[in-house]
């Protein structure tokens, strides 16, 4: 055991996840040895997510204002909707620079092992979007596994339904397959069936 | 790129040692949605810590007074002093409950390729000592690696050199060998012949 404020940090810095009692001891010995000014910009930063960061009320992005960036940019197309499990995911697909629509983030993905039902995602609001602002197209892009595959289903089924004859709504889901870059040696054998079974005409 | 306050976050965080940008991404958002009181508990250690801690004056621990716990304890031996590169490793060493002497902590080890060099360390300090506590016996527990070996050598050649007929210096060095629990088959070579050397009767 250190002494107080050491030992305080260590515990503190240990609850985060992935950060074990080494790990923890090593990031708190690293913090008191640093310039002032970074630790101190590092707490501030903590206390300024909490205060200042919220979720935006259209989409549960993380967000500074009542709407969040892109919900207020109005270049982006409020026709088209990806759905992602988390912000991050969010953050992922922007990177690409391939999306123009808006997004929705559900929060999660539909798991029962751990407690996770389909009222503890923000799928409700979802369905509010799809009338409220009239959306033709929504892409489906939780995680290619087996809580992401579950909850694009159960949302296809979902979705389909919210459709009309005059109004349909088109429900797509992003591709699984090979990376980039990849080797179909390595593969395993669901990706590569996937990749298969998902195959492009050229 | 997150709205402003996430995105401070993550680049404080990741300016951590061993936190990459996907870790620190993650640590964000945990923050995010975490207890704000947890948050505010980190921040506040974080602050604690580059405010309360400083070095002990006699051995340069970590400490919140002037002389840190051990020091201060009346019950250790000050005639045995243990030298070690880090406040982390007087800590490793304290629970073993093995040793009931005092420490030294150098700041780290000699190492020409990071540019420290003897007088980079807490060495002159650990002369004082030397002749002011009247210390008769040094363990060296620097790290069993190069530079760690290095120091010991230095040390050890500097430490004896105070010693005279009347009043020796004993210096010792932690033992090399295999862990508790290890293989022998799965030993390095150094290791392995350290452990044969250092061999003790039975």
């Given amino acids: 055991m250190y002494e107080g404020p050491v030992q305080d940090l260590i515990e503190a810095l240990g609850r985060l996840p992935g950060i074990g009692p080494k790990s923890a001891q090593r990031l708190a010995f690293h913090l008191l040895t640093v310039d002032p000014a970074d630790a101190e910009r590092l707490a501030a930063s903590i206390l300024a997510v909490k205060e200042k960061v919220r ?38 697909l922007e990177r690409t620079g391939e999306f123009r629509g808006r997004y929705h983030v559900l929060g999660g993905a539909i798991s029962p092992i751990d407690g996770v039902g389909p009222d503890d995602l923000h799928i409700k609001d979802l369905l509010t979007r799809m009338v409220d602002e009239d959306v033709s197209e929504v892409v489906l892009a939780t995680n290619p596994n087996i809580e992401g595959e579950a909850t694009a289903s159960y ?9 009309t004859a005059d109004h349909p709504v088109r429900v797509s889901r992003i591709a699984s397959g090979l990376p980039v870059g990849g080797d179909l040696e390595y593969a395993d054998e669901v990706t590569l069936g996937r990749a298969f079974s998902g195959r492009r005409d050229l």
Same sequence: chains 1, 2.
Avoid: K, Y
């Fill in 55 to 92: 979720f935006c009320s259209r989409c549960w992005n993380v967000s500074e204002l009542e709407e969040c960036r892109i919900c207020r940019d109005t270049r982006r197309d409020p026709s088209v909707v990806c759905v992602v499990e988390e912000p991050r995911d969010l953050m992922a």
């Fill in 155 to 163: 949302l296809a089924r979902l979705l389909r339904s919210v459709g």
